[in-house]
């Protein structure tokens, strides 16, 4: 009688010690996973140099871009688009809480590099997220990127690199990538080598991205203004492109009412064709993109 109580009273206690321990297990486990996936969520930082005009090669950009990667895939993009774009929304969203209407000023929005990259993983399909007018565009790209390992190595920076080149959408291309970081992945596009691009640059020495900077992150911003977008392969955004690069003010022309294309009439839009003009204008100084050859 003795020992059975003696088990009863000391059942319970062993059954809350276990349980506790369980507990402690399982608590710990997810500590780990936690502190392994945020492991993998990194960002590295690139200074992206380039020339826009190639008749005027004194007249260099510069734009911080971040290459934010996690398990999943990875995201490449202009810092300062993403900065003006999210300082941009709450100054937007404080106009209309306060007055029922949004003026948005020409200055607002700052950074040249206004398109982004994203790639998933574990296939490393890449996609182009761009925007033409008012309409947003994913563009799948399907083209392959083969490189040429060379045996030529040097140190760039606190990493050791080796030498790669590749031809890619009319440019020839040098890269330096380091095995110390074993991401197969870096700037625009580029993926595919034994380790993380820490720089990249063009034979015509127009487009070069050095990496700057390594910081551990939670998770991938995504698009700011949670944009709904369009998707479409290589081919039919080059097209859109040209249509829009020959006629770069139809689609402002146009308005939709009613299910209904109103056109404007001449009389009506003279300044859009100051407008086309002056895009016209800029479009011919930006004349020495990444890619000079596109899918036809």
Do not use: C
């Not at 020992?3 to 710990?28: F, G, R, T």
């Not at 008012?134 to 040097?154: A, G, H, L, N």
């Amino acid at each position: 009688m003795e020992e059975l109580v003696k088990e009863n009273i000391l059942k319970p206690k062993q059954e809350n010690s276990h349980k506790i321990k369980m507990k402690l297990i399982a608590a710990l486990s997810l500590l780990i996973i936690g502190i392994s996936a945020n492991a993998q969520n990194k960002r590295f930082s690139y200074e992206y140099k380039f020339i826009p005009d190639s008749t005027n090669i004194s007249d260099v950009k510069t734009e911080i871009m971040n290459l934010d990667v996690t398990a999943e895939g990875s995201k490449f993009y202009s810092y300062t688009v993403y900065n003006s774009d999210s300082i941009m929304k709450v100054d937007l969203e404080k106009q209309l809480s306060a007055t029922g209407a949004i003026n948005i000023k020409s200055d607002m929005r700052k950074g040249l590099v206004q398109y982004s990259i994203s790639k998933k993983y574990p296939k490393y399909e890449v996609f182009l997220h761009n925007r033409i007018l008012s309409d947003f565009y994913k563009v799948s790209d399907e083209r392959p990127i083969e490189w040429k390992i060379s045996s030529e190595k040097q140190k760039i920076g606190e990493w050791m690199t080796q030498k790669a080149e590749t031809d890619f959408a009319g440019r020839h291309w040098i890269a330096w990538f380091t095995t110390d970081i074993p991401i197969q992945d870096g700037p625009y596009k580029f993926h595919g080598l034994p380790g993380l691009i820490v720089r990249l640059e063009d034979q015509t020495k127009s487009h070069l991205f050095s990496l700057q900077g390594v910081k551990n992150i939670n998770s991938i911003p995504g698009d700011v203004f949670g944009a709904k977008e369009i998707a479409v392969n290589s081919k039919q955004y080059s097209k859109l492109l040209r249509d829009y690069e020959n006629d770069p003010t139809k689609g402002l022309k146009q308005m939709q009412m009613g299910g209904v294309t109103m056109i404007m009439k001449d009389g009506q839009n003279n300044h859009m064709k100051d407008q086309e003009g002056r895009l016209k204008a800029a479009m011919k100084k930006n004349n020495n993109k990444i890619e000079l050859n596109t899918a036809k």
